[in-house]
């Protein structure tokens, strides 16, 4: 998603401001622009598509000065081109704008009624328009802002550069998030801290309705009308992105393999030494709840299904499951003894920061379980279960996914103890079995050349389709949303026994059909909907153990076997050739895997 990166400073700024704009590219943008004070005045570069044809152009007309700001873009408003590029500017001022003016069709009337004309499609050129408006009425640059800050609606952290103004930046929020780093060389600020940290030693993250004033010596924090705001520098506590991709291709490799020791992170952290759960976990009041209600997108909430699962199967707590983008819009009754919870990767999601705002209105107690724990949503849910997955590069959301499981599994175990479904000692059992899961994951991930070989027949494909029955289900849903998200091949996922339902008329021999089938109750069931696929042609892929693989041998073009494992943890291992299988066919196929076209690694806008 857009990303913001400004700086107000006593050197020379543009390597910095284009390091900024690198170290927020992994959120995923289309255009990318920088504007500055040179000795010429305000001055920008912009230009579509990848950072390179950025620095390309700063390379044959370059631009020098001490205070500037840097955007990407990520096309909302308008196609990725260059006119609708950031910063948008006035002679007078440039912005660099995250989240959405939502009123900007009235304010672009109104602007245009005045004389000003648009270069771009976007909602984002109606605030440096309008800041030059109240210039040209004779308002201080301050007052010029605080005045456009008044008239905007929506969500947005701005960064704006006067001309005649040239050791300032101003810099403002309303709900969208912006930092501000410190170091001696001056101030930076970043929508992202992760793109602060080698450049600040203190940060501060600016609160809704924060408007900053800043010279490479001075901030000042005051509201949008101009009352003073205290807000303190603390150490910033970021991780860079773990020391690069440490000689793996991509970071979305290097995050599957780091799934053992997120696991074992997370296990150290909610296990106490003592053998005892952490607080956080066992102060939750799971007892009194009839209902659990869980909100998510896209992979999270693949992970929601999954602990729907568990929490009905294991702790007998009925479920419901939400997209937050439909949860935020319906009418739903909030019973008093519900809880909401809500999982995201970056917390900032924003369907699903909404419909955390939506039930808290509705006065549901809320829980969210966020990697990024200096999140909105980490901050606006009653409670927060951090996740241990470390900062996630990919845009293919890997080791967090498996961490939500992870820590679902442990929230469903501290559930069904408190509700009396299970003894001490079969929590016990249940977290001893959760114990094996990293080194089960290890030996895993020493074998793909299986997987690679499927990899292989597969990348020609044009389509495919993934089973599963029961808890399989949702690791089809997101086996098949990885393969879409980084090979673009259209991918379809199913509950196994609803194939006939329609699904089963596209199966021919052109149709890779990726089943999961762990062995358990359900594994018959399963076989009998691989042998309608084989009966039309469809080429199996099976995932299974060494017994189903052999059962279902006659049927099977392709078998990956799986070790054997207690059913409870089998959602954590089996999502893992799901993973690696998305990853190598997307590599035999050449597409730009950590940064899938059209993606965005957290979705901020609606
Ligand atoms: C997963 O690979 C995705 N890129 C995407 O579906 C993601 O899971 C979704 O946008 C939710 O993000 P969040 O977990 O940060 O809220």
């Given at each position: 998603m857009c990303g913001i990166y400004a700086g107000v400073t006593n050197h020379s700024i543009t390597t910095h401001l284009i390091d900024g704009l690198n170290a927020l590219s992994y959120r995923g943008y289309d255009s990318a622009g920088i504007a500055l004070i040179s000795k010429q005045g305000l001055e920008r570069r912009r230009a579509k598509g990848k950072l390179d044809n950025l620095t390309g152009l700063l390379k044959q007309t370059p631009l020098e000065g001490k205070v500037g700001i840097a955007h990407t873009r990520w096309a909302?408003?308008?196609?990725?081109e260059c006119r609708n590029a950031h910063p948008h500017m006035t002679l007078e001022v440039a912005v660099a704008h995250n989240g959405i003016i939502e009123n900007y069709a009235e304010l672009r009337k109104e602007l245009e009624a005045c004389g000003f004309g648009f270069e771009s499609e976007t909602d984002s050129e109606t605030i440096p328009l309008l800041i030059t408006c109240y210039l040209h009425k004779g308002m201080t640059q301050c007052e010029a802002i605080q005045n456009t800050l008044a008239r905007l609606e929506g969500s947005f952290a701005i960064v704006a550069l006067f001309d005649n103004c040239p050791d300032q930046l101003f810099a403002a929020r309303q709900g969208s998030p912006l930092v501000i780093g410190h170091s001696d060389a001056g101030f930076y600020l970043s929508s992202d801290e992760n793109a602060l940290i080698d450049k600040s030693d203190a940060i501060c993250h600016m609160q809704d309705g924060d408007l900053a004033r800043i010279t490479h010596n001075r901030l000042i924090i005051t509201d949008f009308e101009g009352n003073i705001r205290k807000r303190v520098m603390t150490p910033s506590y970021a991780i860079s992105e773990e020391q690069g991709k440490q000689g793996y291709r991509h970071y979305m490799l290097k995050e599957i393999y780091q799934q053992p020791a997120v696991i074992q992170q997370t296990l150290d952290h909610y296990l106490q030494e003592d053998g005892t759960l952490h607080p956080d976990l066992k102060s939750l009041p799971m007892e009194s709840l009839c209902r659990l209600s869980i909100v998510a997108c896209g992979t999270s909430s693949y992970a929601g299904v999954v602990a729907k699962y568990w929490m009905e199967e294991i702790a007998g707590l009925p479920v419901d499951i939400d997209i937050a983008s439909e949860y935020r819009y319906r009418n739903t009754p909030y019973p008093p003894q519900q809880m909401a919870l809500f999982i995201s990767q970056s917390g900032e999601t924003a369907d699903t920061l909404a419909a955390l705002r939506h039930a808290s209105k509705g006065g549901q107690q809320t829980l969210s379980l966020v990697n990024v724990t200096n999140s909105s949503m980490a901050s606006e849910s009653d409670r927060m279960l951090p996740l241990l997955a470390g900062q996630e590069i990919g845009v293919a959301s890997t080791k967090a996914f498996t961490a939500q499981l992870a820590t679902l599994l442990l929230l469903t175990l501290v559930t069904a103890r408190s509700n009396r479904q299970i003894t001490q000692l079969q929590l016990q059992q249940h977290l001893n079995t959760l114990n094996t899961v990293p080194r089960l994951m290890d030996d895993l991930l020493n074998q793909t050349d299986t997987i690679r070989n499927t990899a292989q027949q597969l990348y020609r494909s044009e389509h495919a389709t993934y089973l599963g029955r029961g808890i399989a289900y949702p690791l089809a849903l997101e086996g098949a949303l990885k393969l879409k998200e980084i090979s673009y091949i259209h991918a379809q996922a199913y509950p196994a026994g609803e194939l006939k339902h329609g699904p089963i008329a596209l199966i021919d021999e052109r149709m890779p059909v990726i089943i999961i089938a762990p062995p358990g109750p359900l594994f018959s069931k399963t076989l009998s909907n691989l042998r309608e696929v084989h009966a039309r042609g469809g080429n199996i892929i099976l995932l299974s153990n060494q017994a189903g693989i052999d059962q279902a041998a006659d049927f099977t073009d392709t078998a990956i076997v799986m070790p054997e494992m207690d059913a409870l943890i089998q959602p954590l291992l089996y999502t893992l050739p799901l993973q690696l299988l998305a990853y190598y066919v997307a590599l035999y196929k050449g597409t730009d895997i950590d940064q899938p076209r059209n993606l965005a690694k957290s979705v901020t806008v609606e």
């Open positions: 909302t408003h308008g196609k990725p």
